[in-house]
């Protein structure tokens, strides 16, 4: 079965430190790897994907994410992390070989930015 | 700017009155999907539609119903709702390419409350 995996209910990082948000995938065949970020009361905003190509994917925000298809992961990683980054991110995986039509969420990692 | 727009984006109804939440989109996307999002839990398909193409999840409850008279709008109609569908309603949309489906595009979502 499909399933994505965010081991960390919550990440706590100090500004202008890097910031790793850890997300695993178990999908059969080659899967469409997404990361989301959610500010209260908002919808879902696209950061980045991974369909094929480069294992380092950058993406919007100063983002980016490392597809390690032998260890099944794509963290979401970012240099120097703002206040503004704070925020609910999620990791998604879509199976192509369905059509990509089901999208599935993790369960969410809240990000906490200190000042 | 291209996007998908909910309304309204605070809804409050009664236990067991009908209410429909709508979606428009302008990205021309083939795909228009619904999401039930619970206390920043991971968002839950309810249900898409490709082009004129109804899929229901199978979990489903029969209470949740959906129209796209177009391919700019899709509505979600709930009709008697319960304490326990109050959430957050996420619109999103997709464009499918060579027969799969490409990233996935939300709006800013609609909070129902149930009195």
């Known amino acids: 079965a499909q399933s994505v995996a965010q081991p960390e209910d919550q990440v706590n990082v100090a500004e202008g430190n890097p910031l790793t948000v850890k997300c695993t995938y178990s999908v059969s065949g080659n899967p469409y790897l997404f990361w989301y970020v959610q500010y209260p009361n908002r919808g879902l905003q696209f950061l980045l994907k991974?369909?094929?190509?480069?294992?380092l994917v950058k993406g919007s925000y100063g983002f980016e994410a490392e597809f390690n298809k032998s260890q099944t992961s794509f963290h979401l990683k970012k240099p120097s992390a703002l206040v503004s980054d704070s925020a609910l991110y999620f990791c998604a995986v879509r199976d192509p070989n369905t059509g990509g039509f089901k999208t599935i969420f993790g369960a969410g990692t809240r990000l906490f930015v200190k000042a | 700017d291209a996007m998908v727009i909910q309304n309204p984006r605070y809804q409050v109804t009664q236990f067991g009155k009908p209410v429909t939440l709508s979606c428009s989109q302008t990205?021309?996307?083939?795909?228009m999907y619904w999401y039930q999002q619970k206390s920043s839990q991971a968002p839950k398909l309810l249900f898409h539609?490709?082009?004129?193409?109804?899929?229901n999840e199978a979990d489903t409850p029969d209470n949740f119903q959906s129209r796209r008279p177009n391919t700019s709008f899709c509505f979600l109609d709930i009709r008697s709702p319960g304490l326990g569908d109050a959430a957050m309603y996420l619109c999103?949309?997709?464009?499918?390419?060579?027969?799969?489906?490409?990233?996935?595009?939300f709006g800013p979502g609609t909070r129902l409350t149930v009195l």
């Open positions: 991974y369909i094929t190509g480069d294992n």
């Open positions: 990205l021309n996307h083939n795909v």
């Open positions: 539609y490709y082009d004129k193409d109804f899929n």
């Open positions: 999103a949309t997709s464009r499918v390419t060579s027969g799969r489906s490409d990233t996935q595009y």
